[in-house]
């Protein structure tokens, strides 16, 4: 499953803050309760439009809340 969390030209070239609830979100999605997660993937592409692109990720962290 992918979720997006950003898209569209807003924010370029500046440094991005995100905060989510993965779980949440992917109950959400789902339909059903999460109890675990195997793997989560960062990434950033260019699929739809067939540009390049670099990005930078750092201080990724999960907690509980």
């Known amino acids: 499953m992918v979720i997006a969390v950003r898209g569209g030209k807003q924010g370029?070239?500046?440094w991005?803050?995100?905060v989510l609830n993965?779980?949440?979100d992917l109950e959400q999605n789902l339909g059903k309760?999460?109890?675990c997660l195997d793997a989560?993937?960062?990434m950033t592409d260019t699929d739809n439009t067939g540009l390049r692109t670099v990005a930078y990720y750092g201080d990724?962290?999960?907690a509980e809340r």
């Open 33 to 35: 309760e999460v109890r």
């Open 12 to 14: 370029l070239r500046k």
């Open 22 to 24: 993965v779980r949440g």
């Open 60 to 62: 990724i962290y999960f």
């Open 16 to 18: 991005q803050q995100q």
């Open 40 to 42: 989560v993937e960062f």
